[in-house]
């Protein structure tokens, strides 16, 4: 019987290893990709005042009647689709980034708010969602320790 000499560059895996299992891993788990893969919402800035929380969303392009909102006790939800109507049949594109299609995102919100007071307002692009702090009451009780 031989000996074999112990090579631990042979046996232990390398980073290297672990990371092409890891996107192996990853791209096993959704393949093929689809569109949906790739949509995301539009970008917003979400802030909070005394006695309620607005959330602006950038929605370029998108008409009122494409839109939708919709408002929970803890989140906001945009829905919407852009169109558009010209079709384009000339050859030579260098680029095309302007997307087309469906979108929507959730927003969760930093505090409660009273759902049937939220406001919606489109103009110039820009979607301001105002929504009303919900009255909190649970208010707590204080328990006498003894």
Do not use: C, Q
Not at 54 to 83: F, Q
Not at 131 to 138: E, F, N
């Amino acid at each position: 019987m031989s000996l074999i000499r112990w090579n631990a560059r042979r046996t232990l895996p390398t980073i290297f290893d672990e990371m092409d299992r890891l996107f192996d891993t990853m791209l096993r788990s959704r393949w093929p990709l689809t569109r949906e893969d790739f949509d995301f919402g539009p970008a917003v800035d979400v802030y909070e005042k005394d006695d309620e929380v607005i959330v602006e969303a950038e929605l370029p392009g998108v008409k009122r009647e494409d839109l939708e909102v919709s408002a929970a006790d803890d989140s906001i939800t945009i829905r919407g689709e852009t169109k558009h109507e010209e079709e384009t049949k000339e050859e030579g594109y260098y680029r095309k980034e302007i997307r087309r299609g469906s979108f929507y995102r959730t927003v969760p919100l930093p505090a409660p708010i009273d759902e049937d007071k939220v406001t919606a307002k489109l103009e110039d692009g820009v979607l301001t969602i105002r929504a009303p702090k919900a009255v909190d009451v649970r208010g707590g009780k204080k328990v006498k320790v003894e």
